[in-house]
């Protein structure tokens, strides 16, 4: 079986793809994975076939906040590449795979009346009990779930509608009324999420269906940096806390790092900091309870050695620290982190979410609370049987292929095994 898959955005979106596509070809399928340039060595070490994306909108989406009219001229012009670059690839193959952001493929799938999957790593289907996840709140509210619904399909509309319906007009196709109710009803919507850690709804009207997140195990990292960490965490028994922002961005990043490790030196905390995209910790003075990770480690290794996890929320970071069984606590600023911090809080595995603009008591209490909470330990290493029992990846292999079958498609590869 051909297939497509598409996706963007940073590691947590991408990382999840290249270990689909890696075990995918394993099980004898060609694979084409569409990627942001930024990710090309990787997709090449692992001996992927790719393509390159190319608007590449990395950048856009962890740089500097965009106001709203550099914002809709920044979504047009992702849209019409996604129109431009997918309608060939597609073509060649048999079956889209796709996360949610990818916001023509519905419409390119029904122009080329092909089968189609859209993934996404939150709960973001429109129901009547969850809201929307991206909301900006700490505790996303739970009532009048509807009208937040229809607030944001109005804002996806005002970004993206007229973009695509122009491109549907120039394929001969009908204008389109609403994106929000469109996307999810001309697919198939896969949640790439944990059972365990995130939530589905029972009034979803859409196909839906739920697999577990796709941790990708297999991509090479530093060896010599991971021994150094090991050496770090093993030469005393100090509590290790975890900090990371992952690939993203925020003026208060270094201020809020120098707080942090303050309270660490004077509560006798060994810090880790991983450093990303954004060289966050970097201007620290290298002290023996500090260990800056400025290279590519795999969480899997890192996160099970340290005591506690404080992060940004973002679904990977979020899922690697529940199956390390650790407790953890976000620092959410953007999109999904709001939701996947409250449900840190939910499940009993760490405190209510912190703005990154915490003052220092505050911080430290909330840090000695994370560390030293024993409820918080057994709820996070119960949560971590669960999701270590899980096997995203090969649930999502066997979903392509049964979805395959089902709708004819590939039929002389799709089950074959490995």
């Known amino acids: ?36 340039r930024l990710f090309e060595d990787m997709a090449k070490a692992l001996g992927i076939p790719y393509f390159l994306q190319s608007f590449d909108d990395i950048a856009g989406m962890v740089g500097d906040s965009p106001d709203i009219k550099e914002l809709l001229a920044w979504t047009g012009r992702v849209v019409d590449s996604q129109f431009d670059e997918m309608i060939p690839l597609l073509e060649q193959h048999d079956l889209l795979v796709c996360s949610n952001t990818e916001f023509a493929a519905p419409h390119i799938t029904e122009y080329l009346d092909k089968p189609h999957i859209r993934t996404g790593y939150a709960p973001l289907l429109p129901g009547k009990r969850i809201p929307p996840a991206v909301l900006p709140f700490m505790n996303p509210v739970r009532r009048f779930v509807g009208l937040q619904w229809a607030l944001l399909n109005a804002g996806l509309n005002m970004m993206v509608k007229k973009v695509l319906n122009k491109n549907r007009v120039a394929l001969n196709m009908e204008p389109i009324r609403d994106q929000g109710e469109y996307a999810p009803a001309n697919a198939h919507n896969h949640m790439m999420y944990s059972p365990s850690l995130g939530e589905t709804d029972g009034d979803w009207k859409y196909a839906w269906s739920i697999g577990g997140y796709c941790f990708n195990d297999i991509f090479p990292y530093n060896e010599i940096a991971y021994k150094q960490f090991i050496d770090f965490v093993k030469k005393d028994t100090r509590p290790t806390v975890f900090f990371t922002l992952g690939s993203c961005n ?56 340290c005591d506690a996890i404080i992060h940004h929320g973002g679904s990977g970071t979020t899922h690697s620290a529940a199956r390390a069984g650790k407790p953890q606590m976000a620092i959410p600023l953007l999109i999904d982190q709001f939701y996947w911090g409250s449900r840190i809080r939910d499940l009993g595995c760490g405190p209510r979410s912190i703005r990154i603009r915490i003052r220092k008591k505050a911080l430290e209490k909330k840090v000695l609370d994370l560390v030293n909470n024993s409820e918080y330990r057994k709820n996070a290493a119960a949560l971590g049987r669960k999701v270590s029992n899980e096997n995203g990846i090969l649930g999502m292999c066997e979903f392509i292929e049964g979805f395959a079958l089902e709708n004819r498609v590939g039929l002389e590869t799709a089950g074959q095994l490995g």
Not at 2 to 25: E, W
């Open 1 to 36: 079986m051909k297939i497509l898959l598409v996706t963007r955005g940073s590691q947590g979106d991408i990382y999840p793809y290249l270990g689909l596509a890696v075990a995918l070809m394993k099980r004898g399928h060609q694979i084409t994975l569409s990627i942001p």
């Open 250 to 305: 925020d003026k208060d990043r270094d201020d809020f790092c120098a707080r942090l490790f303050q309270i660490c030196c004077e509560q006798n905390y060994k810090l880790v900091v991983g450093c990303g995209w954004w060289k966050v910790g970097t201007h620290l003075h290298n002290q023996d309870n500090l260990f800056l990770l400025d290279t590519a480690v795999p969480h899997y290794l890192i996160l099970p050695e």
